[in-house]
């Protein structure tokens, strides 16, 4: 299995939502069109009912903003699998495949990385700009899966 998700659910750790996690977040929700990725529930834009659900917890920052470590989740899907961590590690290994999930295990486990304040208004103004192509794409009639780039 190789991978175990032990991530915190929500912000009920003290972690403090930034510009870089918020333009993030949107940018991953709209990658599927405001579906939930585990129930197929489509949501409004406005609708908080829509989560950006991390695998690996958000203190990671060598992965906090990576698109392969987040998924759409409904607030219920969300908490079912967080509170089912086994559930949610085969979750992730389908929906990511093997070969992505060791990349995305790698990349956590960089110690070398250091992502600086500086860096997060940087990863900020990526993901504000990602979301403004992905919205364009929409608006042009494009659906389904619309892939971004991630900045890790």
């Not at 406005?46 to 203190?59: A, P, Q, T």
């Not at 969300?78 to 790698?106: A, C, K, M, S």
């Not at 990602?130 to 659906?143: D, I, P, S, V, Y």
């Amino acid at each position: 299995m190789g991978f175990m998700y032990l991530g915190l659910r929500g912000n009920g750790m003290g972690i403090k939502i930034k510009p870089a996690d918020s333009a993030f977040s949107k940018c991953i929700r709209e990658r599927v069109n405001y579906v939930c990725e585990s129930c197929g529930k489509q949501y409004d834009r406005s609708s908080m009912g829509l989560h950006c659900s991390h695998f690996f917890s958000r203190r990671h920052r060598t992965i906090r903003w990576c698109s392969d470590n987040a998924a759409s989740h409904c607030f219920s899907c969300h908490h079912t699998l967080g509170g089912n961590p086994i559930d949610f590690t085969h979750w992730i290994e389908r929906y990511l495949g093997q070969v992505r999930l060791d990349i995305l295990i790698e990349k956590r486990n960089d110690l070398s990385v250091k992502i600086s304040k500086l860096e997060e208004k940087e990863i900020a103004k990526h993901y504000r700009k990602e979301l403004k192509l992905l919205k364009e794409k929409r608006a042009n009639g494009e659906t389904g899966i619309i892939e971004f780039v991630s900045y890790q």
